[in-house]
Structures are given as structure tokens and as C-alpha cells.
């Protein structure tokens, strides 16, 4: 069974939520039976190439909020990612375009490294410091330590259409299936799950698309499935306290 994974790197609850689906596939019993692609999907794909922004302005900005209260939202998103064994800088992080990144995520792909660099950009963009936007020489180490050879990574960054069919052909996908935010999972193309969801609630639904066998007519949502957190093109949901 294929389960479908449309992210974007600069999105919180997609790095929560890859968790959370993580902890749950490694328990599930057909683990080796599940096939996981991930898939693109921009939150801000007008951005252009080498423009990032710091994210505390960027969310007081998008949200009509202080810089304060966004320093607020951050610790409580950190607090989420925490729960979930993630590292989570809360402060001095920046946002721009993932268009390459996710460009060099198709290359990945075609390598049978794709989870492994997905982690990586995560953790790069998420718990450290150095910019993962615009800088060619972090993404083409960052590909490295994944596992791809220097070189290719360098020919795609290098190239703007390289793998940008791809990129478009998923976001057209996540827009024909329903989906205007993310994390959105699909898991055989039956069930959608939408947002980070907790762990069992994954679970429940890996088990329902194992066992049912009947073509739906679109996306099903299963039980219990219903409003996880996301981030869509107008941002992300601020977690409560």
C-alpha cells in the first residue's frame, strides 16, 4: 500500500506531523508493505529564490499579531515538537522559498533517499541555525549528508528545471485530491488525513486502508481523522497552549 505525503519544508506541523505518522508506521504490523513517497507543496511559492525573512516578523505580519506574541506561538510550537523528541529552535530561525529543496527532494527520490534527505532539511531548518534558503553550498551538504552524490545535487541546483515538472505535477495533485494546507496524507489514494495528526489516530487509519478493499469515489476521511493542525498559504495554526 502507497500512503502519500504532501509537506513543505518550511512548515512546523509537517515536521511534527512526519513524526507523529513515523511512530505510528513503525508500529504498524505491514510496515514492510507500506511504500512512503513524499510529495511537494509550497506555502509560499511566489517567494522568490535568495528573499528569506526572519519568521517572527513573518508571522506578526501574517497574522496582525506583535512580534511577542509570535515569540509565543514559536515556544508553544516548540513545546509540541518537543513532545515528539524534536528539536525545535524557537528563536533566529528564518523563512524562505523551498522550491529547490524540494526540486533536490524529486532527485532523491529517483535515488531512494528521499526520507533520509526530508529529515535532513527538517532538522537543518528547524533546529539549526545556518540559513537553508538561497545558500547552494548548505543544500548541496545537506544533500550529501543524505546520501546523494555531490555532483548531481550540484547539477539540479544549478538547473531551474530540473525536476520542476515534478514539483508542479504534485502541487497539482494535492489541489485535484482536496488539499489546501498541509501535512495531507493519502494513504492508496482512498483516505485523506489531514494535519499533524496524533499517532493513534494514524494508526487507525493505516489499519482501516489495510483492511478495507473497496474503491471510493474520492478522498474518504476515516474516523477520528478530522481537523489536525496545518499550515496553509496564509500560514500556520497557532497552537494553544
Not at 533517499?113 to 553550498?137: C, H, I, K, M, S
Request: aromatic share 8%; net charge negative; glycine share 8%.
Amino acid at each position: 500500500m502507497r500512503v502519500e505525503i504532501w509537506s513543505d519544508i518550511a512548515c512546523p506541523w509537517c515536521y511534527v506531523g512526519k513524526a507523529r505518522f513515523d511512530k505510528a508506521l513503525a508500529a504498524f504490523p505491514h510496515r514492510d508493505r507500506i511504500e512512503v513517497v513524499h510529495r511537494s507543496f509550497e506555502l509560499d511559492p511566489a517567494r522568490p529564490k535568495g528573499d528569506p525573512e526572519l519568521v517572527l516578523p513573518m508571522l506578526a505580519k501574517k497574522y496582525g499579531m506583535s512580534e511577542a506574541q509570535a515569540a509565543e506561538a514559536e515556544r508553544n510550537l516548540g513545546q509540541n515538537a518537543a513532545a515528539e523528541g524534536l528539536p525545535y529552535l524557537t528563536e533566529g530561525r528564518d523563512h524562505g522559498s523551498t522550491f529547490d529543496m524540494h526540486r533536490l527532494l524529486h532527485l532523491a527520490k529517483a535515488r531512494g533517499r528521499q526520507d533520509e534527505l526530508l529529515a535532513v532539511l527538517y532538522r537543518a531548518n528547524f533546529a539549526e541555525t545556518a540559513t537553508v534558503f538561497g545558500d547552494d553550498e548548505r543544500l548541496v551538504a545537506l544533500a550529501v549528508e543524505a546520501g546523494l552524490e555531490e555532483t548531481e545535487a550540484r547539477e539540479v541546483l544549478a538547473d531551474a528545471q530540473r525536476y520542476a515538472a515534478e514539483v508542479r505535477a504534485d502541487e497539482r495533485a494535492a489541489t485535484e485530491l482536496g488539499a489546501s494546507g498541509v501535512p495531507f496524507f493519502v494513504l492508496d489514494r482512498r483516505y485523506g488525513v489531514s494535519g499533524a495528526q496524533p499517532a493513534d489516530v494514524f494508526t487507525q487509519a493505516l489499519t482501516q486502508a489495510w483492511e478495507s478493499h473497496v474503491p471510493a469515489s474520492g478522498l474518504a476521511i476515516p474516523a477520528g481523522a478530522e481537523g489536525g493542525e496545518a499550515c496553509g498559504p496564509d500560514g500556520c495554526e497557532v497552537p494553544k497552549n
